[in-house]
Structure formats: structure tokens, C-alpha cells
């Protein structure tokens, strides 16, 4: 929205001032009386402050899959082997001398001494007394550190990096000392501190396109409170419920881009009304009254599509939606109170503290003026002219990128795909040399035996199990004291991330177990980490369609409800799945490894976990309905006033181009903050959302968006007149028309005498 554009084709003003909507009426209130709304937000961090001090949950994040055979198998050694259950951290000892010989065995007792005296740990195994712990060529062995906590989680970072700082003070020329185990792989990725990184790059490019301090600085200022409130609220919703270490990084990230992006329209709203006229109060108040219904609808798509997390039925998907669902809330709060108060001070004076660009002049002057670019008016008439042709560009595109996603192998990363230098990498290597690839990934077998003949099963499974192609070995089984439970260990000849590891579980289930135990009493399940995960990825793939089903329906009938047209809602749900496939196809290509690897610090192939194209599904699809919002809204203001599908179309890209560039270019510096992470989730996360919303803002919005609208014509704004009658008017875009009566009368020519 121009000035030219405000003041032409309008009908005649109303006269006397117009009522203006709800968020207008807010945003009177809150640039009134800014002083108290400022007061309210401290409060408010106040109270957050002092219930986060009272009320503080622990992290923790269960990615086993409810009701499947290796979650059976924890529950069982939970109740049945408690000894077993805790958490536990692998200590590998390799020598060039024989670990048996006196001087290498007299250097190992110390280590372990040193380690078993450690914070938490409560003993170290023998390894001279533990069947198996000494490889066959006697120079390595395992042992283990019995821990005190239950998860990894509960293990304090500090006192992790103490046992690790010792075992690297053991090493020597003849001697390497290496830790494994979850607990040592989270102290090694330390802290993920992206949150910083983000927030500079997002002031710096803030301040490219406003030029001005005070500009950029208002979406800051939103972007802060909203963060600083919702990640004063972790804890009480961690007490809730369980909520995964990574998930606060990805609220935070969430809740700084579109806090950023919403402020950041509504900046630019802000000043075209003061462009057209309006006083610093009356500009505020038709801001909230146009811009505010944008923000408020798009931001309830990001919501729709983070409560579709909930249908997943996994705990830790849960905990990360709910973190974010109140990040956004927090957000929008801010927008709609904060953000008008913050207008209240700045008023005329938002475009003082230019930033001096000499070399820039004019590229300042544009970032400064509320006038489309002739450049983004050029490009909405040529997509108009070869509207074909764009739309077949733009499928080409997103299809070449989305292709690499059809070989994507799902998976849990392990030590492996850990940084060679780690701890945890040099565990996973020397176990493999030592022991075979299988070791880093045994299978635990458990079971529950009736009151006579379950050891005659036992001997005959363990037969069994040793007999099955692909498996490597198998442990005498372990009885409890009861007499009613056992447990053996079985170690694949393949690594944990192998298919032929995945083909070996299910030929244990289906056939191996079932013709042992038949008609015997005795039930056997089979657990273990490599178990958990397949059995995890298979549970959470099996759900995609429901959580992909459910997000777009609710999707497309907001979109219905807010714009009245089918042809929007079908249209921009098509784009949207296309756009995060691209998204797809760029991490499946990353995670590959090679060069392109190698520039995101992943260098060899890598699986991806399958809750993170969930995730990415329902951020993604709640972001990429953003920018279709800025979008559409705008066009079909224009569509409203003129009734001209092709004008409606040309003016609203123009309109809009600036801002959606550079709200995705905000967007895409905060997610690229999580790619220097060493949490491997985490990086793909950042790739992938980096990616997707580079895609969604330049290969989409810019280009297919347009070019499939000016191919439906008059079509986009169609609704069936009986689904007309029923759907209420909400008028997202606003009312543009009423707030023009607040610009002061034009006085008119003085006449001659």
C-alpha cells in the first residue's frame, strides 16, 4: 500500500471519525498509554522470573515409540533389572601393548579408579572379570561406568566433562582413553547459544533496509520481550511435561523470526500510513487496524500447524510444539501491545538515527521510501506477460530440488557421524575395530519366563540366536534373582545404521523368537538403542500422513474462512507442501555428506532422524502461510478496490516483494544460526529451515505465487455462492478506506475577489 495507492480509487470519506476495528481500538489504548503497557510487559517478566525460580522442570525427552516391542523391552528391564536401567558411560581402552600385560593392566586400574571416583558414578566394571570385555587381540577393552541417573538428561554437563577431562589425561603414546554413551555425547556438544547470533544478524539486516535505528530497532524490541518471556516459561512447561534440551533453541529461533517479521510489516505499514497523511496516533491505530489482522491470522497458522504436532502421540513432539505454540502466543501478544506502545514513543521520530551509507545513497533512499520498487514493478508485469512460462520455471526448480529426497535413508545418527576428533567418535571407532561395527549398537533381548521349563527355551533360543545369519554373537542369558526374568545380548554383524541390521530385527520378531517360544510361556522382546530407533522411525513415518492431512485441512479452512476464495486455500496449501519438499530434497542432498557436506560440517553419510521432517512439516507449513498471507491480503485489498484480477495481482507482489525479502532474509539468518551447532539435530534443522524459507520467499511467493494467479484470473477470488453465505466476512486485509477520514481536510483555493 502506497501513498498513490491510498489516494486513488477511494470512495469518498465517511464523514466524522470511523470506529475502528478491535486491534485498532488496542492499539489506541496501548499508544495512549504506553507507560502502563510498558509497566505490564515488566510485571509479566517479573512474574515469569519468579515462577521459573519456583517452578523448574528438568529436560528430558523419551523418542522410543509408544506400545512397540523395544519400548516393551525397557519398561520390562526398568521393573525387572534395575541394576541395568541407569544410565551408563563405555570407557575403551586400547593399547599397543597387550591390555593383560602387568603395566598396561596396572595403568588401566588407575584409570578406572580415577573415573569410578568420578561425580555420579556409583562403579566401574571389572574388565578382567567381564566375559567379552577383551578384544580377541588383546589390545582393547571395555568397560563401564555405572551412573547414578536414569537418563542422559539427568547426568549435569559439567560433571560429564570432568570424566571425559580425565580420560584424556590419561592418554600417552601407548595408550588411547576414549568415553562413550549418550551422557558424554550431549557434554560434547556443549551449549548451543544461537540465539545471539541470530538477533546480530537480524539487527544488521534490520538496519540495511530501514536505514534508520529507531526502525530497526522497534522489531528488536518485540523480538526481545517475547523471547526474554517465553524462555523465562521453559521450566514450568518442562515441569509439565517433558520437553526435549533442543527445543528451547528452536522456540527461541522461532519466536525471534517472527516476532522480527511481524514487527517488521507492520514498521513498514506504519510508515506508508504517515506517508499518506496520518498523524503518529491515527497511522498506529490503522496499522493494528490492516497489518495487525495479517499478523494475527498468520501467526494463528503457525499454531494450527505446531498443535498438529500433538497427533503424532509422541511425548517429545508434544513438549517442543508446546514450547513453541507459546513462544508464538507470546509473540502476537507483543505485536498487538508492545509493539503499538513502542509507537507511541518513537511516533514522527522512527526514521531518526539514519545510518550513514555514502556509497548507497539511493539503495538507502528506496529502504526509506514506501514506494514500491520500479524493479518489483518491472517483475510482477513480466510474470504477467509470461505467466506459462514462470509457472513452469518454478515447478522445474522446486522439483530439481526436491528429488534428492527420494533415496533420503531415516535413522538415528550415533557416534559415528560425531565430529573424528570427539570423545565419543574415538569410542565408537575402537569398539568397531576391536569387536566389529555391531558392538556399538547390541541388541538386548528380554524375557519373561514361566514357573518351569523357561530355561530349556533360553538354552535353545540362545542356540537359535547364534545360528541366524547376521548375527555375530550371543550372551549366556542373565537371570534375576526371582528366577522369572532374563536377559541376553546380541550383537549384528552390522553397525546400527545398516538395513541389513533393520532386516535382522525383524527376522528375530517374525520368525527366530516366535518358533522358539511357541506354545513355551516364555515371551521375549527385543530392546536396545538400534532397536528403539527403528522401531521409532517406523512409528513416526506410519503417523506423517495424519499429522500431513490434519495440518492442511485445518490450513486450507482458515485461509478459506479469512480470504473467501477456494482457489487461495487449494492453491496455498499446493505450494506450500510443494515448497517443503524442495526443503526435503536440499537436507536428504546435505546429509549425503561430499563437498556440499562438508560446508555444514557433515562429512560422512548421515541418516536422517524422521521426527525432523515432522517438524520441519509443521514449522514450514506455518511459516510458508505467513508469507502467503502478507501476500494475498494485500492483493486482494487491491481486488476489493478495483476489481481487476491482473492490477489486484501487480500491485500487491509490488507491494510487498521488499518486505517479504527481507523478512526471509531475517528468517533465514536466525535458522542458519543453528548450522555451526555440534548437535547434529539441530544443524539439519537450521539447513533445513534456512533452505525452505529462501525457497518459499524467492521460487514461490516471487514467482510461482504470482504466475499461477494471473493463470486463474477472476478464478482466484471465486467462492460458491452457497458456502458464501455461511462463511462470515472477516476482512483480514482490513478496511483501508475508513482510516483515510482521520488525514487532515485539504483546505481549499482561496477564490477571487
Do not use: C
Not at 566401574?124 to 538428561?153: E, F, I, K, M, W
Not at 557434554?187 to 538477533?199: D, K, R, V, Y
Not at 535413522?411 to 571407532?429: I, L, Q, V
Amino acid at each position: 500500500m502506497t501513498q498513490d495507492t491510498l489516494t486513488k480509487a477511494q470512495p469518498p470519506a465517511a464523514s466524522g471519525t470511523p470506529r475502528p476495528g478491535p486491534l485498532g481500538r488496542l492499539a489506541g489504548v496501548a499508544y495512549r498509554r504506553r507507560g502502563l503497557v510498558v509497566v505490564l510487559w515488566a510485571a509479566g517478566l517479573a512474574v515469569a522470573f519468579g515462577l521459573s525460580a519456583s517452578i523448574h522442570g528438568a529436560f528430558k525427552a523419551d523418542y522410543s515409540a509408544p506400545g512397540s516391542d523395544s519400548r516393551a523391552a525397557q519398561t520390562f528391564v526398568a521393573a525387572r533389572f534395575p541394576a541395568r536401567s541407569g544410565e551408563s558411560i563405555a570407557v575403551v581402552v586400547h593399547s599397543t601393548a597387550p591390555v593383560t600385560d602387568p603395566a598396561v593392566r596396572s595403568e588401566v586400574g588407575k584409570v578406572l579408579g580415577k573415573l569410578g571416583s568420578g561425580p555420579h558414578v556409583v562403579a566401574a566394571d571389572d574388565p578382567y572379570s567381564t566375559p567379552g570385555a577383551v578384544s580377541r587381540d588383546g589390545h582393547t577393552l571395555l568397560a563401564s561406568l555405572r551412573l547414578d541417573v536414569n537418563t542422559p538428561d539427568d547426568m549435569p554437563v559439567p560433571d560429564t566433562q570432568k570424566l571425559v577431562a580425565l580420560a584424556d589425561a590419561a592418554r600417552h603414546g601407548g595408550l588411547e582413553v576414549a568415553l562413550g554413551g549418550q551422557a558424554v555425547e550431549h557434554a560434547e556438544q556443549g551449549a548451543i547459544g544461537s540465539e545471539g547470533l541470530g538477533l546480530a544478524a537480524a539487527a544488521i539486516l534490520l538496519l540495511l533496509m530501514f536505514g534508520s535505528v529507531v526502525a530497526a530497532g522497534l522489531p528488536i524490541i518485540v523480538a526481545v520481550a517475547g523471547l526474554g518471556l517465553s524462555s523465562l516459561l521453559t521450566g514450568v512447561i518442562a515441569a509439565g511435561m517433558p520437553v526435549p534440551d533442543w527445543s528451547t533453541s528452536l522456540a527461541a529461533m522461532m519466536g525471534i523470526g517472527i516476532g522480527i517479521d511481524y514487527a517488521l510489516l507492520m514498521v513498514t505499514r506504519f510508515r506508508e500510513w504517515r506517508a499518506a497523511g496520518l498523524e503518529p496516533e491515527a497511522a498506529t491505530i490503522a496499522t493494528l487496524d490492516t497489518a495487525g489482522r495479517s499478523v494475527l491470522l498468520a501467526g494463528s497458522t503457525v499454531v494450527v500447524s505446531m498443535f498438529g504436532l500433538f497427533a503424532m502421540g509422541l511425548s517429545f513432539m508434544r513438549g517442543a510444539a508446546m514450547m513453541t505454540i507459546v513462544g508464538v502466543f507470546i509473540v502476537m501478544a507483543a505485536a498487538i501491545t508492545l509493539f503499538p506502545a513502542m509507537l507511541g514513543y518513537a511516533g514522527a521520530r522512527i526514521d531518526r538515527l539514519r545510518i550513514p551509507l555514502p556509497r548507497r545513497r539511493g539503495a538507502a533512499a528506496r529502504a526509506q521510501s514506501t514506494e514500491p520498487g520500479r524493479g518489483w514493478l518491472r517483475w510482477s508485469r513480466l510474470l504477467e506477460r509470461h505467466r506459462i512460462i514462470g509457472v513452469l520455471a518454478g515447478l522445474a526448480i522446486l522439483g530439481a530440488l526436491a528429488t534428492p529426497f527420494l533415496s533420503v535413508r531415516f535413522g538415528f545418527p550415533d557416534a559415528g557421524n560425531n565430529p573424528a576428533t570427539s570423545s565419543t567418535h574415538r569410542a565408537y571407532d575402537g569398539t568397531a575395530r576391536a569387536f566389529g561395527i555391531g558392538a556399538n549398537g547390541p541388541l538386548v533381548l528380554v524375557a519373561e519366563l514361566p514357573s518351569s521349563g523357561g530355561a530349556e527355551v533360553l538354552a535353545g533360543l540362545r542356540q537359535d540366536l547364534r545360528a541366524t545369519k547376521g548375527v555375530a554373537a550371543v550372551t549366556a542369558p542373565h537371570v534375576n534373582p526371582a528366577g522369572d526374568s532374563a536377559v541376553l545380548t546380541v550383537q549384528p554383524t552390522t553397525g546400527p545404521q545398516a538395513a541389513a541390521t533393520n532386516a535382522l530385527i525383524r527376522a528375530l520378531r517374525d520368525d527366530v523368537i516366535p518358533a522358539r517360544t511357541q506354545g513355551s510361556g516364555v515371551r521375549v522382546h527385543v530392546g536396545g538403542v538400534t532397536a528403539q530407533s527403528i522401531d521409532s522411525t517406523a512409528n513416526i513415518v506410519s503417523r506423517l500422513p495424519l499429522l500431513v492431512g490434519g495440518v492442511v485441512a485445518l490450513s486450507m479452512l482458515l485461509l478459506l474462512v479469512s480470504f473467501r476464495s477456494v482457489a487461495v486455500a487449494i492453491k496455498a496449501a499446493v505450494m506450500n507442501l510443494l515448497s517443503v519438499a524442495a526443503a526435503y530434497g536440499v537436507v536428504a542432498l546435505v546429509l549425503q555428506g561430499g563437498t556440499l557436506g562438508h560446508l555444514f560440517g557433515i562429512h560422512n553419510r548421515t541418516p536422517l532422524p524422521a521426527f525432523i521432517p515432522v517438524l520441519m512439516f509443521a514449522v514450514l507449513f506455518g511459516l510458508s502461510m505467513d508469507y502467503e498471507v502478507f501476500l494475498v491480503a494485500r492483493m486482494r485489498e487491491a481486488w476489493l478496490r478495483t476489481r481487476d484480477n491482473s492490477s489486484a495481482i501487480v500491485s500487491g507482489l509490488a507491494g510487498t516483494a521488499r518486505v517479504i525479502t527481507a523478512a526471509a532474509a531475517i528468517m533465514v539468518a536466525v535458522f542458519a544460526a543453528f548450522i555451526p551447532s555440534s548437535q547434529l539435530s539441530l544443524k539439519v534443522i537450521g539447513v533445513g529451515m534456512a533452505a525452505a524459507i529462501f525457497i518459499d520467499a524467492t521460487v514461490v511467493r516471487i514467482l510461482l505465487v504470482p504466475a499461477v494467479m494471473h493463470l486463474l484470473g477472476r478464478a482466484n477470488w471465486w467462492m460458491p455462492s452457497r458456502l458464501s453465505r455461511i462463511v462470515p466476512e472477516l476482512h483480514v486485509e482490513g478496511r483501508p478506506d475508513r482510516h483515510l477520514a482521520r488525514r487532515p481536510a485539504a483546505q481549499p483555493a482561496p477564490q477571487p475577489a
